[in-house]
């Protein structure tokens, strides 16, 4: 069964700190995309991050970059300089084909 | 806030009735997917659309179909309702591909069944 796994279900980052959210998936699939969507409270889920995996390179998105280690099936999310307006909860979909999986997601806090 | 619209905002049924959910996607976008958000949950692919044909579907009953029309307005209907259709429903749209485009998402149409 295609799964992503989202081990944790909510952190707290001070603000201007760094965070690093955890994603992992299992799929026997060799060509996939992946990607981190931010869905804020009471507002519109949005893109943050796209990842093919085909490339070896990790994509980056201003303070938002990923550690993707496609052996070990990881795909993790950092954000640097945290900001209040990153409050949210994170989504580490794949996405194959014709179908999407998403995880449970993760709850990020901000502290002032 | 992205161009994709929903209605309605909420929505109050009772098992066993059927209801039809509306989307506006943004203009120019040929692909839209529907996705059931449970509380505490992350979406669930429901179905895709391109150019008014489905395009992918998920592992949900038949009594899930929708329709999409050439103005970029879609629909999703759900038929015999069940107490586990309470969730919050999202559409998004994107040029072609889900995965190689852009999804951009409405707000969502909150359903609860009673």
């Known amino acids: 069964a295609q799964t992503v796994t989202q081990s944790q279900p909510e952190m707290s980052v001070q603000e201007a700190e760094t965070v690093t959210l955890s994603c992992t998936y299992d799929?026997?699939?060799?060509?996939?995309?992946l990607f981190w969507y931010k869905q804020p409270p009471s507002r519109q889920m949005i893109l943050v991050i796209r990842?093919?995996?085909?490339?070896?390179q990790n994509a980056t998105e201003n303070r938002f970059s990923v550690n993707f280690q496609k052996a070990a099936k990881s795909f993790s999310l950092k954000i640097s300089d945290s900001q209040l307006g990153d409050a949210a909860m994170y989504f580490c979909?794949?996405?194959?084909?014709?179908?999407?999986?998403f995880g449970k997601g993760t709850r990020l806090h901000i502290l002032p | 806030e992205t161009g994709v619209t929903q209605s309605p905002t909420h929505l109050i049924k009772t098992r066993g009735q059927q209801v039809t959910l509306r989307c506006s996607s943004q203009?120019?976008?040929?692909?839209v997917s529907w996705y059931q958000q449970a509380l505490g949950q992350g979406p669930q692919f429901i179905f895709q659309?391109?150019?008014?044909?489905?395009?992918g579907r998920g592992n949900f009953p038949p009594r899930f179909s929708g329709l999409q029309f050439p103005n970029y307005s879609s629909e999703l209907n759900v038929n015999a309702l069940e107490l586990d259709d309470s969730a919050l429903y999202l559409c998004?749209?994107?040029?072609?591909?889900?995965?190689?485009?852009?999804?951009?998402f409405g707000p969502g149409t909150r359903l609860t069944v009673l």
């Open positions: 998004a749209s994107s040029l072609r591909d889900f995965s190689t485009d852009t999804q951009y």
């Open positions: 979909p794949f996405a194959m084909g014709d179908k999407i999986i």
């Open positions: 799929t026997s699939e060799s060509d996939y995309y």
């Open positions: 203009s120019g976008h040929n692909t």
């Open positions: 990842q093919e995996a085909y490339k070896q």
């Open positions: 659309y391109y150019r008014e044909e489905e395009n």
